[in-house]
């Protein structure tokens, strides 16, 4: 007879497995091996890409969350919502009602972005049709994922990255997708990827932590893309050269 258990440790029993000399020198040895792998890291941003096409394991009926393993009860609500707009964006879904009993039957799967080489900030999520960010590092090749931002700058959150998945949320991501993604990935093209590291370095100086305060950050990457931008924008009513010979220097 098959039997399921579920076994929880009390905080005493995992307080006392951490403080074992054993754990901590396979916590040193892992936390040893992370900072050199920083340190010798070169990662460069190669282009856009769907996530169907690039990420390793995604398919069709999955979507990538952020956090740890999660099943669709346990979810919170922000999660919840990042996950019900993407059934929506992916056309897999009608409506609420239908993404949920979608979720209830166990008809899409949930697994962690980190799983999948990838990250996604807030309760963001990745599916297939979505455009992600790639980057390659040039030491190992070992390549990795980022969703591109859904904020819609309205100043409300309402991203479906904070759980947002009414009409206007969904309609941003597909114009980002129709719109920016193209334009995006022909500006990296044109300047032959971008070197992360002197970015993170100059913005570090400049009072960015290149986490919650990016405005340093931001300007940077912008200035690398913006020629880029400018020519491959299909607004032909631009002086693209004009425009070019008036960016500052």
Same mark, same amino acid.
């Given at each position: 007879?098959?039997?399921?258990?579920?076994?929880?440790?009390? @905080? #005493?029993?995992? $307080?006392?497995?951490?403080?074992?000399?054993?754990?901590?020198?396979?916590? %040193? %040895?892992?936390?040893?091996?992370?900072?050199?792998?920083?340190?010798? +890291?070169?990662?460069?941003?190669?282009?856009?890409?769907?996530? /169907?096409? *690039?990420?390793?394991?995604?398919?069709?009926?999955? !979507?990538?969350?952020? /956090?740890?393993?999660?099943?669709?009860?346990?979810?919170? =609500?922000?999660?919840?919502?990042?996950?019900?707009?993407?059934?929506?964006? #992916?056309?897999?879904?009608?409506?609420?009602?239908?993404?949920?009993? @979608?979720?209830?039957? /166990?008809?899409?799967?949930?697994?962690?972005?980190?799983?999948?080489?990838? &990250? /996604?900030?807030?309760?963001?999520?990745?599916?297939?049709?979505?455009?992600?960010?790639?980057?390659?590092?040039?030491?190992?090749?070992?390549?990795?994922?980022?969703?591109? +931002?859904?904020?819609?700058?309205?100043?409300?959150? +309402?991203?479906?990255?904070?759980? &947002?998945? #009414?009409?206007?949320?969904?309609?941003?991501? *597909?114009? &980002? #997708?129709?719109?920016?993604?193209?334009? $995006?990935?022909?500006?990296?093209?044109?300047?032959?990827?971008?070197?992360? $590291?002197? !970015?993170?370095?100059?913005?570090?100086?400049? =009072?960015?932590?290149? *986490?919650?305060?990016?405005?340093?950050?931001?300007?940077?990457? +912008?200035?690398?893309?913006?020629?880029?931008?400018?020519?491959?924008?299909?607004?032909?009513?631009?002086?693209?050269?004009?425009?070019?010979?008036?960016?500052?220097?």
């Amino acid at each position: 007879m098959k039997t399921d258990v579920e076994f929880r440790p009390s @905080m #005493e029993e995992l $307080l006392e497995k951490l403080a074992t000399p054993k754990f901590r020198g396979l916590n %040193q %040895q892992a936390n040893d091996e992370t900072i050199k792998r920083m340190k010798q +890291s070169v990662p460069i941003l190669i282009g856009i890409g769907k996530a /169907g096409d *690039h990420i390793p394991g995604m398919r069709k009926n999955l !979507i990538l969350h952020a /956090g740890p393993p999660i099943t669709w009860n346990q979810a919170s =609500g922000p999660l919840k919502g990042a996950i019900i707009a993407g059934l929506l964006f #992916e056309g897999l879904a009608k409506n609420k009602e239908a993404a949920i009993e @979608m979720m209830k039957k /166990g008809e899409v799967d949930l697994e962690p972005c980190h799983d999948h080489n990838a &990250v /996604g900030p807030m309760a963001g999520i990745i599916t297939s049709s979505m455009s992600v960010y790639i980057v390659e590092d040039q030491l190992s090749g070992y390549r990795t994922y980022s969703n591109l +931002s859904d904020d819609r700058g309205d100043f409300r959150g +309402s991203s479906i990255r904070f759980g &947002v998945y #009414e009409k206007s949320a969904i309609d941003y991501l *597909h114009w &980002v #997708e129709n719109n920016v993604a193209p334009v $995006l990935n022909q500006a990296i093209a044109d300047v032959d990827g971008i070197d992360f $590291l002197p !970015i993170i370095g100059r913005s570090l100086l400049m =009072g960015d932590d290149c *986490h919650v305060m990016t405005n340093a950050a931001t300007l940077i990457f +912008s200035r690398i893309l913006l020629p880029g931008v400018i020519k491959a924008s299909p607004k032909k009513e631009w002086d693209r050269e004009n425009c070019l010979t008036d960016l500052p220097r």
